[in-house]
Structure formats: C-alpha cells, structure tokens
C-alpha cells in the first residue's frame, strides 16, 4: 500500500525540496588524521547491523494500544473528551498518538540521513568525512525500520511537524559547514535520543523496546561524534561567532520543544486547534516529557562550548538549565549496555528453546 494513503491528514505533494547552499570540501591529506574521530570511524563500522535480522518482527503489536500507553499519560486524561470517549475510541487515540510519535522519528531520520550525508561533503577533515559516512547508512537504517514499523504494525502515518521542518531545513540552508552538526548531531539528535530513552524505558511491549534499544545504540554514537568535532571547531571561534550558533541554538530548541504537543492528534478527532493546545499545555505527563527530552541536549551544548548568558537564560526560562550538569557519557554508556543486554537475553532464550527443541526430539526417539 502507498504510504500515502496511510497518512492521518490527506498529502497532496510527498516530496520537500530545499536549495542547497554551501561548498562540496576535499581534502587530500590522508594521514590518519584525529585518533578519537578514526576510534568512533573504526566502531561504527564494526557496529553496522541488518534491520531486517536483528529485530524480530514476526512479533505482534496491537495497533490500538503498540506502546502499552497508560491512560495517564495520555493528553486528554481527566478531561470531558476523554470521559465521553469509548474503550474503542481510547485505543484509536493511542493508536493516532503512537503514529504520530513514530512518524515524527521517521522524518527525523530522514533528516539526519541527508544531514550526514551533508556533513561527508561539507566538513573540511577527511576524518569527520570517514565517520559521516558510517552516520549515512545508520540513518537509513533508521528510516527503514521506523516506516517498516508505521507500515506494517501500526498502519497509519503523520505528517512531518511543522517545526520540526522547520528546524532541519534551516538547518540544511545554512552555508557553513558546521551547522549540520550543530541542527542535527546536537538539537535533533539529542533530542530524539531523549524521546526515544523515555519510551524505551516505559514500554512493555517488544517490538518498539528492541526497535528503539538498537536505534539508540547506534545514536549514541552519533552525538559523541558531533561533540568531538564541534567542541574542538568551536574553540577556534570569535566571541561574535559563538553568539550567532547559540542564537541557532536558542531559536531551535523553543521550536523544538513546541513541537512536542501533539496537537495535529486532538485535531483529527475533531478538537479546535486553540482547546488541543489547551489541553496540551495543562498535561503534568507532557510537561514532564517536554522538559526530560532536553536531558541529552544541554549537557551537550555546554560541552561543545556554546554556553553564554542568553542562551542560560533560556535555558533557565525552559525549567532546564541544571540538566547541563548530567553526564553524557554515563547516559552513552548505559544505552550501549542496554542493547547489548537485549541481545544477550534474546540470544539466549532463542538458544533455551534450541535446546529444548533438541532434546524432545531425543525424547520422541527413544519412544519409538
């Protein structure tokens, strides 16, 4: 089925152009250039893997409850929508939200995808070039598994959010080659990273929580990269200089986190646009959520360097400034953990059953 009779709201036009600006960079230095870029280089090859054989999608999701949302957790909780709504009516919301939440990482994906491939052709070191390339494919591999999922599983898309285009297309136009890092590897990246930690972290159900442990594993890698290149770029800045990216940085958060509403949601069951933003802003769930997915970025904003007092400022406007004292890479760490766990507890349940399987054979043998 074509994935535009799947989205939630009529698409008319399935393609986004956006001028490319900025100079294609070369280098011909060959010489084995940063040690700790060519170690991140060096890892995410090793860590490559097939979405198609690593996740076990003969599992079964219900696409009218695919996360195992709780019913607090969900925005028109305690309101008179919800009261009149019916069992049925619930899980078509579930079912709407976890789309749209899904569609939102697809696009996203998609996003990085182009802005890594951006980064391969932009960035003047052949290292970061080495890495980005690495990036490209985990991206796509990303956005095979998320519109596999939304395809297969919950059959239903959304839109990309406005803001959220918003963001990576300014992200793209920008001439200078290390506003990809800066839009994608930090704000988008770091703030997907977030969302999908919450999600993994909360749901019961397999598919999503192997879907998002795997994904996460290979972003990780991704924001350290951003970090390594940008604070080592950054250093080299005029004053005037770092005011323009924290600006960008500034500017792409508040976008950001407005995104994070849902609000297309509540329109499409029949809610005005002014009461769904109503309702959002008075969800304690979603103001919780809204303020824990900036966890990853602003420990990694203050690392890279972009600091000063307005963007504090705004950070401190946003109830999330002490989040620049958390530690990226103990966060790294454990979601490398993570995956490897649901590996090895798969792997070994998978080999349980083997055995099993070996040993009734045996069993009926003998019988005979």
């Given at each position: 089925m074509s994935t535009r009779d799947l989205y939630a709201k009529a698409q008319q036009d399935l393609t986004w152009q956006v001028p490319a600006t900025g100079a294609a960079r070369f280098s011909w230095e060959y010489d084995q250039g940063r040690e700790r870029l060519l170690n991140l280089y060096q890892k995410g090859k090793d860590k490559q893997w097939d979405g198609a054989k690593r996740i076990d999608w003969d599992l079964e999701v219900d696409p009218l409850d695919?996360?195992?949302?709780?019913d607090e957790a969900m925005t028109l909780y305690g309101t008179r929508h919800w009261d009149r709504m019916s069992p049925r009516e619930r899980g078509e919301l579930r079912k709407h939200y976890a789309s749209w939440q899904f569609s939102q990482f697809l696009h996203g994906e998609q996003g990085a995808m182009v802005c890594a491939a951006r980064?391969?052709?932009?960035?003047?070191?052949l290292d970061a070039k080495f890495y980005s390339a690495t990036q490209t494919m985990d991206e796509a591999r990303h956005a095979e598994i998320y519109g596999r999922f939304l395809h297969?599983?919950?059959?239903?898309l959304y839109p990309v959010n406005d803001n959220l285009q918003a963001l990576l297309g300014d992200t793209l136009r920008d001439s200078r080659w290390d506003m990809p890092y800066l839009g994608m590897q930090v704000l988008i990246?770091?703030?997907a990273l977030a969302a999908f930690g919450m999600i993994r972290d909360t749901t019961d159900k397999p598919?999503?929580?192997q879907i998002l442990a795997y994904v996460m594993q290979d972003e990780a890698r991704h924001v350290?990269?951003?970090r390594m290149a940008l604070r080592d770029y950054y250093r080299q800045l005029t004053d005037a200089e770092l005011r323009e990216r924290e600006e960008f940085v500034i500017e792409g958060c508040y976008l950001m986190r407005d995104r994070l509403r849902g609000?297309?949601?509540?329109?499409?069951?029949?809610?005005p646009k002014q009461e769904a933003e109503e309702c959002s802003e008075r969800s304690e769930y979603l103001q919780l959520f809204r303020k824990l997915?900036?966890?990853?970025?602003v420990p990694c904003v203050k690392d890279i360097g972009l600091w000063g007092e307005r963007l504090q400022r705004a950070y401190v406007d946003m109830g999330v400034l002490e989040m620049g004292d958390s530690s990226l890479d103990a966060l790294m760490a454990q979601d490398e953990e993570i995956a490897e766990k649901l590996d090895a507890e798969r792997f070994a349940a998978e080999e349980r059953l083997r055995v099993a399987e070996v040993e009734e054979a045996v069993a009926a043998g003998r019988a005979d």
């Open positions: 695919p996360l195992g949302t709780p980064i391969v052709e932009s960035a003047p070191d297969e599983k919950i059959g239903m990246e770091g703030l598919l999503p929580q350290a990269f951003g609000v297309e949601v509540l329109e499409n069951f029949g809610i997915l900036f966890s990853r970025i």
